[in-house]
């Protein structure tokens, strides 16, 4: 077995230990705990739809990309917009690369689990939708209306979830695109719900190219409360859930408190030899 078939074991047990430690401290970090439960809501759901699917592998590759997620808007939302480039670089080397770079950096060290977990079949597709992703979190910062703004947010939380999707896929039991769609609307809502707590922080760390107000706050929760009001009555039995994930972000803002400094990925892109990306 070569090392390329090694790393796609897809078994945590294969990475180096210092390389396990290093994701069990950011899988434990207060500010990724709303992004580390999202797994198990979606495999709620997929048991919801009578999917059989191998939960073991399943669960690894959404936490891994949900932490990737959470590690990647931590990064963007401190000012760091430039962080897409720099990850889109990392992702066109498919296979992962554990070497000392991952110890300076949580992008590249969750970038490089995030190949390890993909898919072979299904990472090309995965490498297209995260550069959508990447052009619609650009434009949703040059958004200078609530209604454009709200149209990028939808689609960021949509991406967000076919990417996930699509990253499970090889491991359901056939095609399941209500699945699918279930997990696009719920990631559009979870995007504006998201809006909802960082609005205000967004404006004072001038991340908006416009000033929300009142009228605009009554449009987002409108948004919300319409589209949630939608899905939660196409799928009564998953209300509670959906309740306990709006609940559980709430929560995880206050408990996490203020966030650490992070590094500047482009100085440290520029520290390193041309060759290496």
Do not use: W
């Not at 669960?59 to 917009?81: C, K, M, P, T």
């Not at 200078?144 to 996930?164: C, K, W």
Request: glycine content about 8%.
């Amino acid at each position: 077995m070569d090392l390329f078939d090694l790393y796609f074991e897809k078994t945590m047990d294969c990475l180096p230990a210092s390389v396990r430690g290093a994701y069990n401290d950011l899988a434990d970090d207060p500010r990724y705990q709303h992004f580390v439960r999202i797994p198990d809501r979606i495999i709620r759901c997929i048991d919801y739809f009578g999917i059989a699917c191998d939960r073991v592998v399943t669960r690894a590759r959404l936490e891994a990309y949900y932490l990737f997620i959470g590690v990647v808007d931590d990064s963007i939302d401190s000012g760091q917009i430039e962080t897409g480039g720099v990850i889109l670089d990392y992702l066109s080397t498919r296979v992962p690369l554990f070497d000392e770079t991952v110890r300076r950096s949580r992008v590249k060290l969750i970038t490089e689990v995030l190949k390890y977990q993909a898919d072979e079949e299904t990472y090309p597709l995965m490498l297209d939708k995260l550069r959508q992703l990447y052009g619609e979190v650009v434009k949703e910062r040059a958004a200078t209306s609530i209604e454009s703004y709200l149209g990028h947010r939808r689609s960021v939380g949509a991406l967000t979830a076919e990417i996930s999707y699509e990253l499970i896929r090889p491991s359901l039991s056939g095609e399941h695109q209500m699945l699918c769609r279930l997990m696009k609307q719920v990631g559009a809502i979870g995007c504006l719900v998201d809006s909802l707590i960082d609005l205000s922080a967004d404006r004072r760390l001038g991340l908006l190219e416009f000033k929300p107000g009142i009228s605009d706050y009554a449009k987002l929760i409108a948004n919300i409360l319409r589209d949630g009001l939608r899905v939660s009555l196409r799928h009564p039995g998953l209300v509670g859930l959906f309740l306990r994930a709006v609940a559980d972000n709430l929560g995880d803002r206050f408990r996490a408190g203020p966030g650490l400094p992070q590094p500047s990925f482009v100085s440290e892109r520029k520290a390193e030899p041309a060759s290496v990306v």
